[in-house]
């Protein structure tokens, strides 16, 4: 942490509500302390955030880019919009991109009722995906005693490969491959089962937005997070 | 004031977005009195007719067939909904399109079965490459997902419909409900 | 090094070229070695030996003399260094023509015309040295004012008064997005950290670029200097060359320079009797485009995967290790050696206003001329691709320059008389870039060449965000429609909008860019997207277009 920007208090302005905060705030935990909803996906409470998914960019005034609330820290005299017309077609479209992607199911989903990307969908009003889907043929590795990861709903957000060696200290899970071939692995691309690194803690699973990491043993609409990691590491911080 | 016409329509899907439509308990009667059931699986009318106000498309386009009826459909009708997932996104019928057709077929009615081990051909449409959402066949109105759409959404966008209102079908389903 | 010791060195050099009556110089930088430049080395010495003249004629490999379409070639010099000849596609068997005709008549079969526009119009700074030293050698890079910049800067200016002479410039980064480079250095030397780091981005990628492979390879020491210049004015002590492995012969000379310049003291601890140190390691890029990126090619050069991170904060801030960086394009660095020799004013002589000194292109696809060059900033394209480049070969019609790669757009026609600097290229859709410039003519289709790039980016895309990975394969799949002249107007319309979407949404630049070829070819050449989808048909007749019966649905 900067200790510097930290002792800083800065003032700004977001969606027109005037807000006070530190100088190491970003403006994604600003606008949530005030109140201002700002949808994520990538980012995840105790993790660091890595503005992967773009869904929670926002418009800073006099800047004619676009900025990853997630990621970016608030300055003095700021003015952000964190809505716009143009930031809900964006949005949409990076989600509509999402699904395309890889084989969402969600009639079938073990996490049906409780994905953060099906929610996402709804928040947004997407009501269908005008991209065609790309239907990759993936793999399912169940060969771990007790969870099972399915690349068919994996959308990279990289929370698990963040959990497992920032929180766990393990660092079983990174990501392979470039592009659109990208896929989140275990150890050096070996089965999860036969990982020597993996402690089981089950971190990873609770993280995971989909059900790109579940428990085994759930079916359809079973699989509910729970949400302990965001604790874990809020309490780490205090000690630190 | 003329009953509105309306049509079902029953392509690649289980057939629940249709059992969804039929449980809307007493609502069913409302709905009853305002419109002309023109053609449906539950009206035995083998030609779909002209000048229909809404359809409601359940289950996505997976063979031959299923693209030449909505192409028709489409030109006979005002309004087109696609009802529930299978319609949107592909649902569970696009689980094969990771697959080659005669990998399905070969799996389905040779490898797995017990009796008469072949593989139809006569008489049945030919699957397409790849189970798609109707969408990508024909322009489509509204999008009412779910697994299937609750009956509750069903009758509130019809009825929106019907009242000339644009329906708020987020309010009340999603993927996979 | 001292001074003196650097004086006596040079005294030595000059001592010992004296004896030579003639130089053959042979150009083994990337372009002629594919053409055998090696064999022709080895030829010309045993034949110099077998006819006794070693004592009278000096044989060297040298870097790059430009017109690579012509290679191997192969130079006579005097003892004066003044050229007698330049010869083109000189092969083993020419040998004893070329030795025999070293200050007596030139063999006229292999001359190559040096006073064509190619070399005539030509204004060199960075590849000054190009061709006429001996990449291999420290000594003759400091024969060539070598070193000399470094020096004055340890001993007569200030840190800050070398930021200031490079600002006074006008230097613009070459690597691409041309940030003023001053800005930047100044940055740096503000940030209040101790340990402070250089890196030099080596991670040439774009399709048809060879400008920084080409100084690599023909003038290590340059890069080197102006990256030790950069360390003293920032307050850094450590830099790191990024070179991407495809490159060997580059690697292999970079390393060879760092070692001489270590030998001598150049690099080092207590650099020429100053208190300053720094010292240079090359690291190796795995082939991943986006490593020239600078954030990812921080992550690489920590041995992190090589994804980009968001910015701010930029790599001058927090960068290599979490401490301020300093990263500059091989080009930006080749260009400070000079600037410090003959002050930031003489080089905001030459080229425009807001776009100073000279850029090198890479000349290549269907242009008679493919080589490298070096001009003024400012000179009209149509100069560039007609005149240096000596035109389209083969009687075609001209159709666009592709400038940028895969970042940047096709220029069409109608902008030929445009001047070439960065905010003009801007203007028509398109970026400066690193400098490569394909040529187009008739026969290319537009949407295949913005297919091309797109292809390019979809595979060369690290995967971190959502737009730029899954955006770039869906847009390859639609341009695969529009060439196989399936797409509808709706596709294209979806096209468009990814095209947006991509440029306001993606993390790094190649995702934001990677529409561009796709921006500008829409823009410029709509009628051949019209052709295929409407008509069904390629007007270049590259395209295959899919016959009605094949086609779904």
Known sequence: MNSTLASQIVTLKIDGKDCGARGDETILSVARENGIDIPTLCHYDGLTDIGACRICLVEVKGSPKLFAACSTLVTEGMEVSTNSPRLQRYRKTILELLFSERNHVCAVCVSNGHCELQAMAMKLGLTHVRLPYRYPNLKVDATHTRYVQDDNRCILCQRCVRVCAEIEGAHVWDIMGRGIEARAITDLNEPWGASTSCTSCGKCVHVCPTAAIFEKGKSAGEMVKRSFVSELAAKREVYE | MSKARIATVWLDGCSGCHMSLLDMDEKIITLASLIEMVYSPTVDMKQYPQNVDVCLIEGAASSDEDIHKLKIIRLN????????????????PSMRNMYKVEEILNRAYVENAVLQQQIPRIG???LQTRCRPIHEIVKVDVFVPGCPPPSETIYNCVADLLAGKTPDIGATTRFGK | ?????????????????????HSINVCVAAGCLSSHADQTLDALKKEVKAKGLDKEIKVKGVGCMGLCAAGPLVEI???????????QGVQGEHAEQVVASAGKQSVQSLVCDTSIPFFAKQVKIVLENCGLIDPERIEEYIVAEGYRALQKCLQELAPTKVVEEVTKSGLRGRGGAGFPT??????????????????????????GAFMDRSVLESDPHRVLEGMAIAAYA???NRGYIYCRAEYPLAVKRLKNAIKQAERVGILGQGIMGTTFNFTVEVRLGAGAFVCGEETALIHSIEGKRGTPRPRPPFPAQSGLWGCPTLINNVETFANIPPILRKGGAWFASIG??????????????????????????GMKLREIVFSLGGGIPDGKKFKAVQTGGPSGGCIPEQFLDMEVDYDSIAKVGSIMGSGGMIIMDETSCMVDVAKFFMEFCKSESCGKCVPCRVGTSQMYDILCKVTDGTATPEEIAMLEELCDLLKSTSLCGLGMTAPNPVLTTMKYFRNEYDAHIQGKKCPAGVCKIKAAQEVLV
């Open chain 2, 77 to 92: 009708t005002k309004c087109l909904v696609a009802l529930g997932d299978c319609a949107i996104t592909g649902n569970v």
């Open chain 2, 124 to 126: 049945v449409p030919v």
């Open chain 3, 1 to 21: 090094m001292t001074a003196e010791e650097l004086n006596e060195l040079i005294e030595q050099e000059v001592e010992a070229n004296k004896l030579f009556v």
């Open chain 3, 77 to 87: 010099r005097d003892a004066s260094n003044a050229a007698q000849v330049m010869y």
């Open chain 3, 182 to 207: 001053g800005l930047k250095w100044a940055t740096v030397a503000k940030a209040q950290n101790k340990q402070k780091y250089v890196i030099c981005n080596a991670d040439e990628g774009d399709p």
């Open chain 3, 234 to 236: 920032t307050g850094a």
């Open chain 3, 352 to 377: 425009t206003e807001k776009s100073k000194g000279t850029k090198v292109f890479a000349l290549a696809g269907r242009v008679s001329n493919t080589g490298l060059v070096e001009v003024p900033m």
